[in-house]
């Protein structure tokens, strides 16, 4: 057997490069100058030394828990009280909150899910969860976190009303925020509704619906607040910068602001609600959200009071809204390659 031989060699003026073959391969090719004291002997001073190797590399997608508390460390970041139930049958409920109380379960309130996650501990007993929670759970990164903010365009329309009215309205910014009372009827089309500087407000028997709509709230006051004895059905948009997201909070907004969900017909939900800095807050003393393919709430706290049911479903096949509340994990790699070494012409015969 030949003993292996290992020279000494100074790589310089290295240059990388990656290129996407668009068929889940990328290429790598290292480029760069080989020194070393052997060739000097041998009159080759310098080497060009040329590598490539191409990396097969899949991504597989996992989606995010339908609930998703992001506050670190509070005492009240999951709060269910008062006859409240989460119905997640098919997907997780998650806490990043490292609290003793981070998720907390009481009076007669049940969390149901695939499976109960939580950074720090679950309160209120044993018969209050199902499964029984998994407490000492790594932080979840915000899923959404990398989805651009829409870009906000001037004001379409100022501190908008409709008062007893049945209408269809148009996508652009409501600067002053839109209020819809009195046994109203309004068909959102199809869009971006931009709330600036107001609330977006349902009350008093009013109906709101519409189909690839999303909603994104930026500047004072931009809050929802959905009242009692009022109807919310929407489903996200399929496409464009809010595909997939039903309620986009600006995460410059200030935190703990309450969006109030407290409708009493909120049975369709298909989509993402984002609230990054703001506390989801429903009494709505029904069923939310039970007729959507899916729905996820994102938001900084969670609190679900006064016998309100979240029911959440996991079937994204069902519709054409995506759900962009995913994480993305690395499987499989495969990797081949060659090294090219090029001798200057000058140099390529040796006596």
Known sequence: M?????????FSNQSLTAKNNGDETITLTVSGKLDNMFMTVANFPTMDLGVSSTAQYRLR????????????????????????????ADCRVHSNSSSSRGIEAKSNSLVSADSICVVGSA?????????????????????????????????????????NKTVTIDPGVYC???????????TFRPGIYFVKDGKFFVDSNAKVQGDGVGSYLTGNNATLHFTSNTRIDFTAPSTGALAGILFFEDRSAP??????????????????????????????????????????????KVWIKSNASLTLNADYGATTVPNVAVYYEGVGSRMAGKVNLALPMRNRRMT
């Open 123 to 163: 309160a209120g007993g044993a018969s209050h969860y199902s499964p029984a929670p998994e407490v000492g759970c790594p932080v979840l990164a915000d899923p959404l976190a990398t989805v651009p903010a829409p870009v906000v365009p001037n004001c379409d329309f100022s501190n908008k009303v409709y008062d």
């Open 2 to 10: 030949q003993p292996s031989r290992i020279y000494s060699a100074a």
């Open 61 to 88: 997608k996992i989606n995010a828990p339908c609930v998703l508390a992001l506050h670190p460390s509070a005492s009240d970041a999951l709060v269910l009280d008062s006859n409240a139930k989460i119905n997640a």
């Open 255 to 300: 935190v703990e602001r309450l969006h109030y969900f407290d409708s009493n017909s909120i049975t369709r939900e298909t989509g993402s609600m984002y609230l990054s800095r703001g506390i989801f807050s429903t009494d709505s003393n029904s069923t939310i959200a039970a007729n959507s393919a899916f729905t996820n709430v994102i938001a900084r």
């Open 176 to 186: 002053g925020g839109i209020s819809i009372l009195n046994n109203s009827v309004v």
